[in-house]
């Protein structure tokens, strides 16, 4: 019985154009959170989330 393979959110984190700050950033954040990304669509609602919350304002 094969194992599923678990998404590899750093690829298609690195795939998008977005500053390499916030990159880090919000790869720090997941990590730091322990938040379980399975898919694409939920790394972007992640990364939306993200973005408002930390926006500084």
């Known amino acids: 019985m094969n194992k599923k393979e678990e998404y590899d959110y750093l690829n298609d984190?690195?795939?998008l154009e977005i500053p390499n700050m916030l990159k880090?950033?919000?790869?720090?954040?997941?990590?730091?959170?322990n938040i379980k990304i399975k898919s694409k669509s939920e790394l972007m609602k992640n990364l939306d989330k993200f973005k408002?919350?930390?926006a500084g304002v």
């Not at 880090?24 to 959170?33: A, K, P, R």
């Open 13 to 15: 984190l690195n795939l």
């Open 24 to 33: 880090v950033g919000f790869e720090h954040y997941i990590q730091s959170n």
């Open 52 to 54: 408002k919350d930390n």
